[in-house]
Nanobody, 130 residues
Framework: QVEVVESGGGWVQAGGSLRLSCRFS??????????VGWYRRVSGNECELIST???????WYADAVKGRFTISQDNAKNMVYLQMNSLQPEATAVYYC??????????????????????WGQGTQVTVSS
């Protein structure tokens, strides 16, 4: 059973920074193309994918966060991090870590048919005040 746990959310003033951490276990994810990513809730219970990283280190960012967010990992510890800089109030959201994030938009926390490797954490709240 795969377990995903996020930490590091909180409150920050506009222009500030936060670093989110994600610990995953229950699967060795030895495949170098295996990915872990971060979603955030955008409306209702809809989540959008904002960044991914593969075990080999390939990264992807949504345009909305490119240049301000940096994803990184520690493969030995099964940890993935999201460094968020120059935060603005519109970044306020619940952020979710997920394994094998093969869909860009989906219901937060949902199992997706055809994507058996997608496992979600419980989410962590990020609040940016103006």
């Amino acid at each position: 059973q795969v377990e995903v746990v996020e930490s590091g959310g909180g409150w920050v003033q506009a222009g500030g920074s936060l670093r989110l951490s994600c610990r995953f276990s229950g699967n060795t994810f030895d495949d170098t193309d295996s990915e872990v990513g971060w979603y955030r809730r955008v409306s209702g219970n809809e989540c959008e994918l904002i960044s991914t990283i593969s075990r080999r280190g390939s990264t992807w960012y949504a345009d909305a966060v490119k240049g301000r967010f940096t994803i990184s990992q520690d493969n030995a510890k099964n940890m993935v991090y999201l460094q968020m800089n120059s935060l603005q109030p519109e970044a306020t959201a619940v952020y979710y870590c997920a394994t094998e994030p093969d869909v860009e938009e989906t219901e937060c926390g949902a199992l997706v048919p055809g994507v058996p490797g997608l496992h979600w954490g419980q989410g962590t709240q990020v609040t940016v005040s103006s």
